[in-house]
């Protein structure tokens, strides 16, 4: 059950104090902390179960956070912190599933981006934009949800980077009778069903269902098994085996045809490496250009 309003602010207002309390014995010059206010949104890395509409945050409980933070925060002495309080997280009706992604609607945030307008220091931080196309990254700016939430879009990109040079791998050194082939996604199911904790409360199903979630699900609770000593033996050796000579255009084209593009292009280099960043950075372009850049 949530913490009521009152006490999660006090909570706040006591990690701000501590915060503040580091500050003042640090130089003079030291860079001042802003902080983000608020909590009302689901439990991080996506909805554990299946949902067919998201809640927006309302306009009066939004003010009432505000108002609660604000008095916490003045009781103890920090009236100079609050005016470094840039945003107030809330959700905007945004949000990801194990399948289902929930498209941002400007017409359902209209009241709730109006309320903000009277505080010329706060904006929004949108809770969980994973996902989001860019024109609705562009609209959540737009309507003052200026701080956008992500994370599992990244590690998904991650991991479609990976399992495409997977597939590369297989193809092009799986017939070599000198090669080692990584078997880096069979390493993962291995780590995923020996320590189910990550993922046994977001995927649902029969055998298959829960098999393919594991892989592809838009929760990405893979993410969490990248570091598992075998996994990251199994990736280091993908790797390795696709470093000692450029791959093959054909297969850059038929697995990766985005990074392929740019390899012919000359503005990316033919590397395993190098199409990981890209490809998680083609998800970050998203972001930089909702905001302007």
Request: some cysteine.
């Amino acid at each position: 059950r949530p913490l009521n309003k009152t006490l999660s602010a006090a909570r706040a207002a006591e990690l701000c104090l501590t915060a503040e309390e580091t500050l003042a014995q640090l130089p003079s010059n030291a860079p001042r902390p802003r902080y983000v206010i608020g909590t009302e949104v689901p439990v991080p890395g996506g909805e554990q179960e299946a949902t067919t509409e998201m809640t927006v945050s309302s306009a009066a409980d939004t003010e009432e956070t505000i108002n609660i933070t604000r008095n916490e925060f003045l009781k103890r002495g920090l009236e100079d912190a609050w005016d470094r309080v840039i945003a107030v997280v809330v959700q905007p009706g945004v949000e990801f599933g194990d399948e289902a992604l929930f498209e941002y609607n400007p017409a359902q945030t209209a009241k709730l981006s109006r309320f903000i307008r009277q505080y010329n220091h706060l904006v929004y931080e949108a809770h969980s934009t994973d996902y989001q196309t860019q024109t609705a990254l562009r609209n959540l700016v737009k309507d003052h949800f200026a701080i956008l939430k992500v994370g599992p879009a990244l590690t998904f990109a991650f991991r479609e980077a990976i399992f495409a040079l997977a597939m590369i791998e297989e193809e092009w050194l799986g017939k070599r009778t000198d090669a080692q082939l990584s078997d880096v996604r069979q390493r993962l199911e291995e780590a995923m069903l020996a320590h189910p904790v990550y993922w046994q409360k977001y995927y649902f199903g029969n055998q298959a269902e829960r098999h393919f979630a594991r892989r592809y699900s838009f929760s990405d609770r893979i993410r969490y098994y990248w570091t598992v000593p075998a996994v990251n033996a199994a990736l280091t050796q993908l790797l390795d085996n696709l470093s000692g000579k450029p791959i093959p255009a054909s297969l850059l084209s038929q697995y990766l045809p985005v990074q392929y593009k740019r390899i012919r292009a000359g503005t990316l280099k033919n590397s395993p490496q190098a199409c990981i960043y890209n490809k998680v950075a083609a998800v970050l372009s998203d972001y930089s250009a909702a905001c302007g850049y």
